[in-house]
């Protein structure tokens, strides 16, 4: 069974601190990993892509990705009380049609 | 530049009842993707559809659930017989390219309620 494993969070962060957000897979084949930010009642947008090894710098964020320990993750830099979200990782497996997405992780920035 | 338009937004349907979601994709995109998504959960996939064609549809329950994409006109993901666990929202995403190459862009979702 392929999966996206994400912690559920809550994820508390001080203002001004940086949010680091985790992201496992199982398929070692993986090889196009997306980062999503969901607000409540509203529909998922997209951070960032990452699809080699190593860091993608975008803004205050910044996406990590080892393919040998298939794990990605989404640093944010001056986190900000507008990046209180759901931030869902999403990974396409070689081979596969579609994208699965993690369940997400509850960021709270704590103004 | 319109991006990925759903509609409607909000869906109301009595048990047995059809459902009808529509979903353009942005300009220049070919590849269409629906998910569903309950309350705290994340995003189910359900099937992946380029023009006329159904590429995946492994997530799409075999029963009361359908999906086109005509070559012209919106995509259409159909539920008919609508029973109270079908009430979740219904995201549809787009693509110019297949998964491998590139991103998702999501549309504003419909909120289907089951009464």
């Known amino acids: 069974q392929k999966e996206v494993e994400q912690n559920s969070g809550p994820l508390s962060v001080p203002e001004g601190a940086i949010a680091s957000l985790n992201c496992t897979y199982s398929?070692?084949?993986?090889?196009?990993f997306f980062w999503y930010r969901q607000y409540s009642g509203k529909s998922p947008e997209l951070i960032m892509s990452?699809?080699?090894?190593g860091d993608k710098e975008d803004g205050r964020f910044t996406a990590q990705l080892n393919k040998a320990s298939q794990y990605v993750s989404l640093l944010i830099r001056d986190s900000q009380p507008s990046d209180s979200a759901t931030y869902l990782c999403?990974?396409?497996?070689?081979?596969?049609?579609?994208?699965?997405f993690g369940k997400g992780t509850r960021l709270h920035i704590l103004p | 530049n319109a991006g990925v338009m759903q509609n409607p937004r909000h869906l109301v349907r009595r048990r047995g009842q059809e459902a009808r979601l529509r979903c353009s994709p942005m300009?220049?995109?070919?590849?269409v993707y629906w998910y569903r998504q309950l309350p705290e959960e994340g995003l189910k996939f359900m099937v992946y559809?380029?023009?006329?064609?159904?590429?995946?549809e492994s997530g799409m329950p075999k029963e009361r659930f359908s999906a086109e994409f005509p070559k012209e006109g919106p995509s259409i993901l159909r539920i008919q017989q609508v029973v109270r666990g079908d009430s979740a929202a219904y995201f549809c995403?787009?693509?110019?390219?297949?998964?491998?190459?590139?991103?998702?862009?999501f549309g504003n979702g419909t909120r289907l309620t089951v009464t």
């Open positions: 300009k220049g995109h070919s590849h």
């Open positions: 398929d070692r084949v993986s090889q196009s």
């Open positions: 990452i699809y080699s090894n």
């Open positions: 999403a990974v396409n497996i070689e081979g596969d049609d579609k994208i699965i």
């Open positions: 559809l380029q023009k006329e064609n159904i590429i995946d």
């Open positions: 995403a787009s693509s110019p390219q297949g998964p491998k190459n590139s991103p998702l862009h």
